[in-house]
């Protein structure tokens, strides 16, 4: 079982990898504006780490099916 330290590497490492995505100029600007807002609610302490990331898993579902993301960044997406 993952330790709460852990956890929140992980968490850390997800928004480090979602700040690059967000911040490429060839991602497109509604691309864009969803991963914003996927760091925003994993960076939220409202909840626990756990359900951040579910919430946040959830959403991720939904980014990358839109058929305008280039496959390069649905693949970066999914590793994050």
Not at 7 to 12: F, I, T
Not at 38 to 46: A, Q, T, V
Not at 68 to 77: A, G
């Amino acid at each position: 079982m993952a330790t709460k330290e852990q956890n929140l590497e992980s968490l850390n490492n997800a928004v480090s990898t979602l700040n690059q995505i967000a911040t490429n100029p060839s991602t497109p600007r509604n691309i864009r504006k969803n991963i914003t807002d996927l760091i925003d609610g994993l960076k939220s302490d409202e909840y626990s780490v756990s359900v951040r990331a579910v919430n946040t898993i959830s959403l991720l579902d939904d980014v990358t099916q839109d058929p305008n993301l280039p496959s390069y960044v649905r693949t970066s997406l999914w590793q994050a």
